[in-house]
C-alpha cells in the first residue's frame, strides 16, 4: 500500500481543499482503510505485493481552496491520471506538477485558477492530454510545452490568456509537422487577447 506519509500528505490536501464538505469523500481519512479505497484514488500492482497510486480523479467533487506543491507531490511520481475538473480550485497552478515524471492525463479545466500556466509542464514528457481551459490563467502559453512530443489534445479556451500560438513556433510543430502527436488544440481567438495561428478550434 502507499506509504504513511503519502496518507498525511493526503489528509492535508483533503483539509486543504475543504475535504468535510466534498461532494463524496467516501473512506477519506478512515482509520484502517488503504488510502487505495479512497473515494477517487486508484492504485496499480508495483510488485512484491506493492501498490502506488495511479490515478486521481475527484472532478466535479467540491473541491474549494488552493493546492500548494507539497499535497501535488502527496500523490506520488507513479500517478498516470490526475483529473480535478469542474471543482472550485484557485490560484496558481503548482508549479511541481511538472515533477510528476509519468503523468499522461491531466485535466484542471472547469476552475478558478490564476496566474501564468507554469514552464514546468513542459518536462511532462510522457503527457497525452492537458486540459486546462475554463480558468482565470494570464499572460502567454509557455513555449517550453512544445516539449510535450506526445501530447494529443491541448485544451486552452476561455481564460484570460495572450500572445500569440504561432505556426511554426514549438507548440503548432507539434500539430503541424511529425513532431508531435497533437491532434486537437483549442484556445481563445481574440484580437484584444490570444491569438492562436495553428488550433483545432477557435473560441471568440
Not at 498525511?8 to 482503510?33: K, M
Amino acid at each position: 500500500t502507499p506509504s504513511i506519509a503519502a496518507a498525511t500528505l493526503l489528509e492535508v490536501f483533503f483539509n486543504a481543499t475543504g475535504g468535510p464538505t466534498w461532494n463524496n469523500n467516501l473512506n477519506w481519512l478512515a482509520p484502517d482503510v488503504s488510502v487505495c479505497e479512497w473515494y477517487g484514488v486508484t492504485c496499480s500492482a508495483t510488485g512484491a505485493s506493492g501498490s502506488a497510486i495511479s490515478s486521481i480523479d475527484l472532478s466535479g467533487n467540491n473541491l474549494v481552496g488552493t493546492i500548494n506543491d507539497d499535497e501535488i507531490m502527496s500523490f506520488g511520481g507513479s500517478v498516470r491520471t490526475m483529473k480535478l475538473k469542474d471543482n472550485a480550485l484557485m490560484g496558481p497552478i503548482p508549479t511541481r506538477l511538472g515533477g510528476l515524471s509519468i503523468l499522461q492525463q491531466l485535466d484542471l479545466s472547469g476552475n478558478e485558477f490564476s496566474s501564468t500556466i507554469p514552464s514546468e509542464l513542459g518536462e511532462l514528457s510522457k503527457l497525452l492530454l492537458l486540459n486546462i481551459h475554463s480558468n482565470e490563467l494570464t499572460g502567454s502559453v509557455p513555449e517550453e510545452l512544445g516539449n510535450l512530443v506526445s501530447m494529443q489534445i491541448f485544451s486552452l479556451q476561455n481564460n484570460d490568456l495572450s500572445g500569440t500560438i504561432a505556426t511554426g513556433g514549438p507548440i503548432c510543430v507539434l500539430k503541424e509537422t511529425s513532431a508531435g502527436d497533437l491532434f486537437s488544440l483549442t484556445s481563445d481567438c481574440t484580437p484584444t487577447g490570444i491569438v492562436c495561428e495553428c488550433c483545432s478550434q477557435c473560441f471568440v
